[in-house]
């Protein structure tokens, strides 16, 4: 029995349990729509080479009921605010000619397949890109402007726009080929306890989900809802901030945003929720 056919049965008679890999509550009622007409896929069966499990879910699925509410309703959404932020840089120009995204892209919906394939080998570069790197690529070679900082608000708000852009997007993230030595990476340091605490992500994404942990409830770990809007932060966070807020939790040293280790740990990341949909920005905790 295929994932997909065991998950479809589970849907089906959601009291059934797999064969130790699904456990009851992994499979939900929850449906998230936005705006009452953006439809987005919250639980999906797991890839293939995530051997221990059979579903995955959106973090959305693990918040309580109000904070599930603001992500319906962008007006309820504050992580919207970066989102209209960044659409007014989209069409700023920059650089001696002037130009602007506007210039090349007919505007942001235009980058609707981006958030769902991100990040992806380069080949002109001859490495695996996020979408900050490609921003940045944009930035300086096509407008000869001076670059965004990585983690920088402009960043983290033109990031959000562009998942604003793919929202209801299937997440398709490629780890085959050239990105496969970068997806191996990432899923070694995925696995690797670090700190005085001797953590690693898989030992609260994937051992302890559906958890708490002081008093937070402890998701997947899935990163289709970012930049995500933390309630905690008042603030839209990166993927690469959340990486370091993790490890700081394991009492360790941490690596930079933008560093070759996040961008492999992100790429591994975003492999785990293929078959979920973009939703950012997401409201989470």
């Not at 130009?99 to 090349?104: F, I, L, P, V």
């Not at 080929?177 to 700190?195: D, I, S």
Request: proline residues 4%; contains cysteine; charged residues 20%.
């Amino acid at each position: 029995m295929t994932k997909r056919t065991l998950f479809a049965g589970l849907v089906a008679t959601s009291g059934m349990l797999a064969a130790g890999l699904v456990q009851a509550q992994d499979i939900i009622d929850d449906e998230l729509v936005i705006n009452g007409d953006i439809n987005i896929v919250t639980q999906a069966p797991a890839a293939d080479h995530l051997d221990y499990m059979s579903v995955v879910r959106s973090g959305w699925t693990f918040r309580s009921t109000e904070t599930q509410a603001m992500q319906m309703d962008d007006f309820d959404n504050p992580g919207m605010l970066a989102v209209e932020s960044a659409m007014s840089d989209f069409t700023t120009a920059m650089g001696p000619e002037d130009e602007s995204c506007a210039s090349c892209h007919d505007g942001p919906e235009s980058l609707s397949n981006v958030r769902a394939t991100y990040p992806q080998w380069d080949e002109e570069r001859g490495e695996v890109q996020t979408v900050e790197m490609q921003v940045n690529e944009c930035i300086t070679e096509r407008m000869d402007a001076e670059p965004w900082g990585y983690n920088s608000t402009q960043m983290t708000n033109m990031s959000g726009l562009i998942s604003w852009a793919g929202r209801g997007e299937a997440v398709n993230v490629a780890i085959d080929g050239p990105a496969a030595e970068t997806w191996e990476m990432g899923k070694e340091l995925y696995y690797t306890r670090n700190g005085q605490l001797e953590l690693s992500c898989a030992n609260c994404h994937e051992d302890n989900y559906d958890n708490y942990i002081r008093a937070d409830h402890l998701s997947m770990g899935m990163t289709n809802g970012f930049p995500a809007y933390r309630l905690k932060n008042a603030a839209l966070v990166s993927v690469h901030t959340r990486f370091r807020g993790c490890i700081r939790d394991t009492r360790a040293e941490t690596y930079d945003v933008g560093s070759p280790e996040f961008v492999a740990l992100e790429l591994y990341v975003a492999s785990r929720g293929n078959g979920l949909s973009v939703e950012g920005p997401s409201v989470r905790n």
